[in-house]
């Protein structure tokens, strides 16, 4: 007896390691379906910046060969210059110089001004007038260092200073007589990277000494203390790096520019260059989130309707299993009752009617009454008849029910109303009789225990049977109070009753037979009891 219970518990048992697999392997797969989007977009970011700092090197390159060709072309101009034998700071005039310059420079596109300096630093001519100081020039670091290397230099013109001087030496025999003085103000632009190169890219150029010489308007971090150091350090490293220079983030390359000893930097927002990026890939990133999030989604419902398809085959296979182990049992019993059955009848028939016999009889044939009605449903539940449908009045067979359930011993008791319009219907006489027999049965039992029971001294079974459009309906009720609270979803399960001496069969082969006719069997309770309503398919009117 206890096969069944440790099965279901068996089942059930396995069912939830299912399940828990199951959501295991799901969860790993949304892990691994999260993960992958993610890794692709941390990687194409990281492929974005190298592409980003290799490009911000190239132009760095591009800007300081740019920048030394300018150069030279401006040392090779005034190199020219320098060497004209007009150029003769000793011959105690200035007459070919100027008429030289006023020639060759006259509102120059490549300087500001022109100037010519003897060997002590002092300006002998200039254009404009004002382009150099009219002191001596001497102890200025680059006229040193022209003097020293004879040799062109280039140089801002005083410390701090936005004007950087192009200072060419003028020899003759060997001896440093003076120099040729060209004038770039970083104010003009006339230098390749003397502007800003893009709105997230800075472009510096700066001498040896860590003085600035372009842009006009250069950012507030090259005033600051670390920045002569910080730029040796980039130029020492030879490739760029990740620095902060202005508080955040930013990539920055250091170059010579060529042999003029000039360095120029390049400096780039990287988080504001890769701004445009991460918003590409991250809106991809989600697009596939959202995607493998879905179709996640998808396969979960998707197995989830087919775990619970596949649970109910399995019930059903059980249920199919148990039930025709029970009709086979069920036949059994059945044909060796009404044997008994038989056997009683015969007896009972022979006994008087007398008036305390007669009332023993009347007593042992309502007995065998139900035993019978007992033994026809154990029959039909083991062997369920197949139906064969024709037209019939429903409300003769109502009549004929009422009429059979009016031998039951109970049927005193109860007070039956029937309210009966003509319908028919297409069914099955027999069967539809049988179901329309279990349902009354039912409902004056019901009635009769709850008068046993002081809940209801006045039991009452109504019936009616009615047309709504191409329906037609059989209305049973009581007021017997109705199935205990929660009892609703098993009413309909055979052997599951409510009723101390029921065996739980009537409720379950009404549907059956019901349903078997295209029909349908439903329950609700009502405010003193229960009613059932069987609908069926009306027979159409012959014109």
Same mark, same amino acid.
């Given at each position: 007896?206890?096969?069944?219970?440790?099965?279901?518990?068996?089942?059930?048992?396995a069912d939830r390691r299912l399940?828990?697999?199951?959501?295991?392997?799901?969860?790993?797969?949304?892990?691994?379906?999260?993960?992958?989007?993610?890794?692709?977009?941390?990687?194409?970011?990281?492929?974005?910046?190298?592409?980003?700092?290799?490009?911000?090197?190239?132009?760095?390159?591009?800007?300081?060969?740019?920048?030394?060709?300018?150069?030279?072309?401006?040392?090779?101009?005034?190199?020219?210059?320098?060497?004209?034998?007009?150029?003769?700071?000793?011959?105690?005039?200035?007459?070919?110089?100027?008429?030289?310059?006023?020639?060759?420079?006259?509102?120059?596109?490549?300087?500001?001004?022109?100037?010519?300096?003897?060997?002590?630093?002092?300006?002998?001519?200039?254009?404009?007038?004002?382009?150099?100081?009219?002191?001596?020039?001497?102890?200025?670091?680059?006229?040193?260092?022209? /003097? !020293?290397? +004879?040799?062109?230099?280039?140089?801002?013109?005083?410390? *701090? =200073?936005?004007? @950087?001087? $192009? &200072?060419?030496? %003028?020899?003759?025999?060997?001896?440093?007589?003076?120099?040729?003085?060209?004038?770039?103000?970083?104010?003009?632009?006339?230098?390749?990277?003397?502007?800003?190169?893009?709105?997230?890219?800075?472009?510096?150029?700066?001498?040896?000494?860590?003085?600035?010489?372009?842009?006009?308007?250069?950012?507030?971090?090259?005033?600051?203390?670390?920045?002569?150091?910080?730029?040796?350090? /980039? !130029?020492? +490293?030879?490739?760029?790096?990740?620095?902060?220079?202005? *508080? =955040?983030?930013? @990539?920055? $390359? &250091?170059?010579? %520019?060529?042999?003029?000893?000039?360095?120029?930097?390049?400096?780039?927002?990287?988080?504001?260059?890769?701004?445009?990026?991460?918003?590409?890939?991250?809106?991809?990133?989600?697009?596939?989130?959202?995607?493998?999030?879905?179709?996640?989604?998808?396969?979960?419902?998707?197995?989830?309707?087919?775990?619970?398809?596949?649970?109910?085959?399995?019930?059903?296979?059980?249920?199919?299993?148990?039930?025709?182990?029970?009709?086979?049992?069920?036949?059994?019993?059945?044909?060796?009752?009404?044997?008994?059955?038989?056997?009683?009848?015969?007896?009972?028939?022979?006994?008087?009617?007398?008036?305390?016999?007669?009332?023993?009889?009347?007593?042992?044939?309502?007995?065998?009454?139900?035993?019978?009605?007992?033994?026809?449903?154990?029959?039909?539940?083991?062997?369920?008849?197949?139906?064969?449908?024709?037209?019939?009045?429903?409300?003769?067979?109502?009549?004929?029910?009422?009429?059979?359930?009016?031998?039951?011993?109970?049927?005193?008791?109860?007070?039956?109303?029937?309210?009966?319009q003509p319908v028919r219907v297409?069914?099955?006489?027999?069967?539809?009789?049988?179901?329309?027999?279990?349902?009354?049965?039912?409902?004056?039992?019901?009635?009769?225990?709850?008068?046993?029971?002081?809940?209801?001294?006045?039991?009452?079974?109504?019936v009616q049977v009615h047309a709504?459009?191409?329906?037609?309906?059989?209305?049973?009720?009581?007021?017997?109070?109705?199935?205990?609270?929660?009892?609703?979803?098993?009413?309909?399960?055979?052997?599951?009753?409510?009723?101390?001496?029921?065996?739980?069969?009537?409720?379950?082969?009404?549907?059956?037979?019901?349903?078997?006719?295209?029909?349908?069997?439903?329950?609700?309770?009502?405010?003193?009891?229960?009613?059932?309503?069987?609908?069926?398919?009306?027979?159409?009117?012959?014109?």
């Amino acid at each position: 007896m206890q096969a069944g219970p440790k099965r279901v518990g068996a089942h059930a048992v396995a069912d939830r390691r299912l399940a828990r697999r199951v959501l295991i392997g799901l969860g790993l797969l949304a892990v691994l379906a999260l993960l992958v989007p993610l890794l692709g977009y941390r990687t194409d970011v990281a492929e974005a910046r190298r592409l980003l700092h290799a490009r911000v090197s190239r132009e760095a390159a591009v800007y300081a060969d740019a920048l030394d060709t300018h150069v030279r072309a401006l040392e090779a101009e005034l190199e020219r210059i320098a060497s004209r034998p007009q150029v003769d700071l000793r011959d105690e005039t200035t007459a070919p110089e100027q008429e030289l310059l006023d020639f060759a420079h006259h509102n120059s596109a490549f300087f500001a001004g022109v100037a010519v300096l003897d060997d002590r630093g002092l300006p002998v001519w200039s254009e404009p007038k004002d382009a150099v100081p009219s002191s001596s020039l001497q102890r200025r670091r680059w006229f040193q260092r022209m /003097l !020293l290397r +004879q040799a062109p230099v280039i140089d801002a013109l005083e410390p *701090g =200073a936005r004007t @950087f001087v $192009v &200072a060419v030496p %003028v020899v003759r025999s060997g001896e440093v007589t003076g120099a040729v003085v060209g004038l770039v103000d970083a104010s003009r632009h006339v230098l390749p990277g003397g502007r800003t190169v893009s709105e997230n890219l800075e472009l510096v150029v700066a001498d040896r000494d860590g003085d600035v010489l372009a842009p006009a308007v250069p950012p507030a971090w090259v005033n600051a203390q670390f920045f002569p150091d910080r730029l040796n350090q /980039l !130029l020492q +490293q030879g490739q760029g790096d990740t620095v902060s220079l202005s *508080g =955040a983030p930013e @990539f920055a $390359v &250091a170059t010579l %520019v060529g042999k003029t000893g000039l360095r120029l930097l390049l400096v780039a927002d990287e988080a504001a260059m890769l701004a445009p990026v991460r918003q590409r890939f991250l809106a991809q990133l989600l697009l596939a989130v959202v995607l493998q999030a879905l179709t996640l989604l998808l396969f979960t419902l998707f197995l989830r309707q087919s775990y619970g398809a596949w649970q109910q085959m399995e019930m059903r296979a059980a249920q199919q299993e148990k039930m025709a182990a029970l009709g086979t049992a069920s036949s059994l019993i059945a044909h060796e009752v009404k044997n008994s059955l038989n056997g009683l009848k015969v007896a009972t028939s022979l006994l008087g009617d007398s008036s305390n016999a007669g009332l023993a009889t009347r007593s042992i044939r309502g007995q065998i009454d139900r035993l019978g009605h007992l033994a026809q449903s154990l029959l039909s539940f083991g062997k369920p008849a197949q139906p064969q449908l024709t037209e019939a009045g429903l409300s003769e067979l109502v009549e004929d029910a009422l009429s059979g359930v009016r031998t039951l011993p109970e049927a005193d008791e109860v007070t039956v109303d029937s309210e009966l319009q003509p319908v028919r219907v297409h069914c099955d006489p027999l069967l539809l009789a049988t179901a329309l027999d279990n349902l009354l049965r039912n409902a004056i039992e019901a009635a009769v225990g709850a008068k046993d029971l002081g809940r209801q001294p006045a039991p009452r079974v109504r019936v009616q049977v009615h047309a709504e459009g191409d329906r037609a309906r059989v209305v049973v009720e009581d007021n017997a109070g109705g199935p205990p609270a929660g009892f609703e979803a098993q009413l309909f399960q055979p052997f599951v009753t409510s009723k101390p001496k029921g065996i739980g069969l009537g409720l379950s082969m009404a549907r059956q037979a019901v349903e078997q006719q295209g029909g349908r069997l439903g329950f609700e309770r009502t405010d003193v009891g229960s009613r059932f309503t069987v609908e069926l398919q009306r027979a159409k009117a012959v014109a």
